[in-house]
């Protein structure tokens, strides 16, 4: 159960990663200085934009995606980031990378109908159509729902590592 709920937690919220550099800090300022201000065609990689948040810490998120909601978060992951000096010529990167809340309020509004179907199906009231309906949401929605917000925020991590030429500690 606790892996389920670590797995849950990574997939939904933000999961961090810590890169060592050999660039020193500024130069890795300065990257992602000209990531943010160059005017690249929508589908040039890499498919990166943000700003920084301070001196030392910066916000991406992808360029362009298939996913749009309005009126809410619009993009569909968020890397935020900050970087530090370990020695003259090396840096240290933390990042924290998350995908959408609406994965989650969506992943929740499915638990609770998935709980309600349950208890329908066993209230005896058209149990086959509530057992059918439950099936459909447990095998369909709940690992779309997963594999979404994984790949979103894997795949903002993966071209950010990508741009700067790094690789995390963890993996």
């Avoid at 201000?37 to 943000?50: C, H």
């Avoid at 910066?58 to 935020?80: N, Q």
């Avoid at 609406?102 to 009231?125: D, H, K």
């Amino acid at each position: 159960m606790k892996k389920l709920y670590s797995f849950l937690y990574k997939s939904f919220y933000y999961e961090t990663f810590i890169y060592e550099t050999g660039m020193s800090k500024e130069r890795v300022l300065e990257r992602l200085r000209y990531l943010f201000e160059q005017e690249k065609g929508l589908f040039q990689s890499p498919n990166l934009s943000g700003h920084f948040a301070g001196e030392e810490s910066f916000y991406i998120t992808p360029k362009w995606s298939f996913m749009s909601t309005r009126g809410f978060e619009s993009d569909p992951a968020v890397l935020k980031g900050v970087v530090s000096e370990t020695s003259p010529k090396r840096s240290r990167i933390e990042i924290a990378v998350r995908p959408n809340s609406i994965f989650l309020i969506l992943f929740v509004i499915f638990f609770i109908v998935a709980v309600f179907q349950l208890a329908m199906a066993f209230s005896g009231e058209d149990s086959n159509n509530h057992f059918f309906k439950l099936i459909i949401i447990v095998v369909a929605a709940f690992p779309f729902l997963v594999w979404q917000a994984t790949s979103v925020s894997v795949k903002i991590r993966k071209n950010f590592e990508d741009y700067l030429g790094i690789q995390s500690e963890e993996g």
